[in-house]
C-alpha cells in the first residue's frame, strides 16, 4: 500500500484558476518535500516543509503541512500553462531515512 | 554546471541481456539513489548509497545490481532476471540527512 496518497491523481484547470493539491500520510512525517516533473524528464525540487503548521510561497505557489504533520497542500494562484506538469510529494519518515514518494497528480493547464 | 548526468536518454534492449545505466554527479553529494517510475505507480526505490564501497538494497532490488566505487558514479544494471525491466529510470542525490534530492533527466529503457 502507499504510504503517501496523492489526490487528485489528475486536473485539468483553465488557465488564471487556482488549484489545490494534497499529500497524506497515515503516520506523522519528519519532512515533506514537493516536485515538479515534466512528462519524460527529471524531478525539479520545489519546496521543503519540516514544522509542523509551516507555510512556504515560491512565485505563485504556496505549501503548507498541517500541524501533526500529516498532510501537505500545494497550492497553485492564477495558474498559467507553465505550471502544467506532474507534482509529487516526497516524505522522510524520521531524520535521515529515505524519501518516499506519492504517485503524483498530472495537472494540465488549458490557455 | 553542477548537476546530475543520466546516460543513455533512450535505451533498447532484447528480452535476456543485460544493461547499464550510466549516472554521473559532480554534486560533491555523499548519498546517490536510483529509482524507478512506472505509470500510476509514483517513484520506487531500488538501490541506494550513502557512502562510496557501500549500498542498500531498497524496495524493489530484485533483479537489478549496483556498484559505487567512486563519489561520483552510481552505474545501476539490469540483469535478465527483471521481469518487467521496461520502466523510466532516475538517478538522484544528495548531499545530507533531509536535504532535498536533485535528480537525473532519467532514461527510458525498453526492453522487447
Known amino acids: 500500500s502507499q504510504e503517501l496518497e496523492q489526490s487528485p491523481q489528475s486536473l485539468i484547470v483553465q488557465e488564471g484558476k487556482n488549484l489545490t493539491i494534497n499529500c497524506t500520510s497515515s503516520k506523522t512525517l519528519y519532512g515533506l518535500y514537493w516536485y515538479k516533473q515534466k512528462y519524460g524528464e527529471g524531478l525539479i525540487f520545489l519546496m521543503m516543509?519540516?514544522?509542523?503548521?509551516e507555510e512556504k510561497s515560491h512565485e505563485k505557489i504556496t505549501a503548507k503541512l498541517d500541524e501533526k504533520k500529516q498532510q501537505s497542500s500545494l497550492h497553485i494562484t492564477a495558474s498559467q500553462p507553465s505550471h502544467a506538469g506532474i507534482y509529487l510529494c516526497?516524505?522522510?519518515?524520521?531524520?535521515?531515512?529515505?524519501?518516499?514518494f506519492g504517485e503524483g497528480t498530472q495537472l494540465t493547464v488549458n490557455p | 554546471d553542477g548537476g546530475i548526468t543520466q546516460s543513455p536518454k533512450y535505451l533498447f534492449r532484447k528480452e535476456g541481456q543485460n544493461v547499464t545505466l550510466s549516472c554521473e554527479q559532480n554534486l560533491n553529494h555523499d548519498a546517490m539513489y536510483w529509482y524507478r517510475q512506472d505509470p500510476g505507480q509514483g517513484l520506487r526505490l531500488i538501490y541506494y548509497s550513502q557512502i562510496v564501497n557501500d549500498f542498500q538494497k531498497g524496495d524493489i532490488a530484485e533483479g537489478y545490481s549496483v556498484s559505487r566505487e567512486k563519489k561520483e558514479s552510481f552505474p545501476l544494471t539490469v540483469t535478465s532476471a527483471q521481469k518487467n525491466p521496461t520502466a523510466f529510470y532516475l538517478c538522484?542525490?544528495?548531499?545530507?540527512?533531509?536535504?532535498?534530492?536533485?535528480f537525473g533527466n532519467g532514461t527510458r529503457l525498453t526492453v522487447t
Open positions: 516526497g516524505a522522510a519518515r524520521t531524520s535521515g531515512s529515505r524519501l518516499t
Open positions: 516543509l519540516q514544522k509542523g503548521g
Open positions: 538522484a542525490s544528495g548531499d545530507s540527512y533531509n536535504s532535498p534530492l536533485h
